[in-house]
């Protein structure tokens, strides 16, 4: 009689899967590592800011952490001096199942309470650099990326869609290189940006536009509502207190088959680009942003690399609404 197929390594079939179950199955058996994977549903967090979310102690949640890390369930990535966790991207069928029955149960108020002022001061951080740096940050801004280098391609990608017969949003206009090229191929374009400093920096340029309109805004705060056929961020994301957030508001303000065009800086080590040009994240993997464009519903189109002056690298991505 023939001997049961062994693997490889002499193992039982199947032996893999059921180690990989046990392993996946201990990691999240614990009230606060199940809490720290729902909290990590959407977001990235420094170590500092989830024992803020929990209310736990860092040494305990170090060791915590470290077993998720272990168990591939969350990952994490320096960004500077500072490490962020995140759930680990493309989870297995095993880890997918047990991460939508942890989702399905709502946060307590009092940690969404403390998710919301950690954006919130994230938020605050930002805009306090503009506010006293708007002067300094063209200047700044130009040791890392020229606009004029991005802007071409951009407009190519909005030549190449065809796109121009309803309203596009630029997203942080700066000096408002875009605004001109926009204006002259959409109806209507709307600049919006949360410091007033940094709007007035578009604003000589706006002025002569008769179909641009810039507004004070904060675009997390914007309606959601379908009304654009265009939204730039143009070195932007990095900014911002919730990248992953902002793709998923990004999706609701497109209309069907609107284009989000993501101009942003490539993962770099530069920390001096924090104190000087008020950077919250040091640059983006690639695929980072299309996973998460891709849980925001967003289908991806195309991407560009452009080499960029002191080591710096600069990525296009274009993501369509199918919705």
């Known amino acids: 009689m023939a001997e049961p197929a062994r693997s490889i390594a002499g193992r039982e079939p199947g032996t893999a899967d059921f180690d990989e179950l046990v392993s996946v199955s201990r990691a999240v058996g614990d009230a606060l590592r199940a809490n720290v994977l729902r909290v990590l549903k959407d977001e990235s967090y420094a170590v500092s800011e989830l024992c803020r979310i929990l209310d736990t102690a860092q040494p305990a949640l170090s060791h915590h952490l470290k077993v998720l890390h272990?168990?591939?369930?969350?990952?994490?990535?320096?960004?500077?001096?500072?490490?962020?966790?995140?759930?680990?991207?493309?989870?297995?069928?095993?880890?997918?199942?047990?991460?939508?029955?942890?989702?399905?149960?709502?946060?307590?108020?009092?940690?969404?309470?403390?998710?919301?002022?950690?954006?919130?001061?994230?938020?605050?951080?930002?805009?306090?650099?503009?506010?006293e740096h708007a002067e300094d940050f063209a200047r700044n801004q130009a040791r890392i990326s020229d606009a004029t280098v991005y802007a071409a391609s951009v407009m190519d990608i909005v030549d190449r869609h065809a796109l121009g017969a309803g309203t596009a949003l630029d997203i942080g206009p700066g000096d408002g290189e875009l605004l001109e090229p926009l204006a002259r191929r959409f109806r209507r374009v709307v600049g919006i940006d949360s410091t007033p400093k940094m709007l007035a920096r578009s604003a000589a340029r706006a002025s002569s536009l008769g179909n641009v309109r810039l507004m004070h805004r904060d675009f997390a705060r914007l309606p959601a509502q379908r009304r654009y056929q265009l939204v730039v961020a143009a070195m932007v994301v990095h900014h911002l207190p919730s990248p992953q957030q902002f793709f998923h508001h990004a999706a609701r303000l497109l209309v069907h088959e609107g284009l989000l065009i993501v101009v942003e800086l490539a993962r770099h080590d530069h920390e001096w680009a924090r104190s000087a040009c008020g950077d919250l994240w040091l640059g983006f993997e690639p695929a980072e942003l299309t996973e998460w464009a891709g849980k925001a519903g967003l289908c991806a189109e195309e991407s560009q690399f452009l080499a960029q002056k002191n080591g710096f690298r600069i990525q296009i991505h274009t993501y369509q609404n199918p919705r």
């Open 70 to 131: 272990q168990a591939r369930l969350v990952v994490k990535r320096r960004d500077g001096n500072v490490i962020f966790y995140r759930r680990a991207p493309a989870p297995a069928p095993l880890h997918e199942a047990l991460l939508a029955a942890i989702d399905r149960v709502v946060l307590p108020a009092s940690q969404q309470q403390h998710i919301d002022q950690v954006h919130e001061e994230r938020s605050r951080r930002s805009e306090a650099f503009f506010a």
